[in-house]
């Protein structure tokens, strides 16, 4: 029903940036909520940020200040700009998109489903 593409991953140096992009495709009529989440080798997955369809947003502690996250409502796209990235930003991005409203039998109806694109890896060393 929902497709997530990311993009935007790749090497940076100690307090370089990034930009991830997350586009959502597929038969649905509106994403609530889009948001980032990474996993390190040996971790659980975490939250790092999302962001509702009227712009409200929610930041992990360990990225207040430094990322940016945003969304194109009409391309259905979700950033997340990453700056003065540190060593232990390195890990797998996935992007999460959850309530979707889709027409279904010319009714809208509403799903909790989380949504998950493949992950984009970003390294952060020197």
């Known amino acids: 029903q929902v497709q997530l593409v990311e993009s935007g991953g790749g090497l940076v140096q100690p307090g370089g940036s990034l930009r991830l992009s997350c586009a959502a495709s597929?038969?649905?009529?509106?994403?609530?909520?889009m948001g980032w989440y990474r996993q390190a080798p040996g971790r659980q997955r975490e939250l790092v940020a999302t962001?509702?369809?009227?712009?409200?947003?929610n930041y992990a502690d360990s990225v207040k200040g430094r990322f940016t996250i945003s969304r194109d409502n009409a391309k259905n796209t979700v950033y997340l700009q990453m700056n003065s990235l540190k060593v232990e930003d390195t890990a797998v991005y996935y992007c999460n998109a959850n309530g979707i409203r889709a027409y279904s039998g010319g009714t809208l109806h509403y799903s909790g489903m989380d949504y998950w694109g493949s992950g984009t890896l970003v390294t952060v060393s020197s």
């Open positions: 962001v509702t369809i009227d712009g409200s947003t």
């Open positions: 597929g038969s649905f009529f509106s994403i609530n909520v």
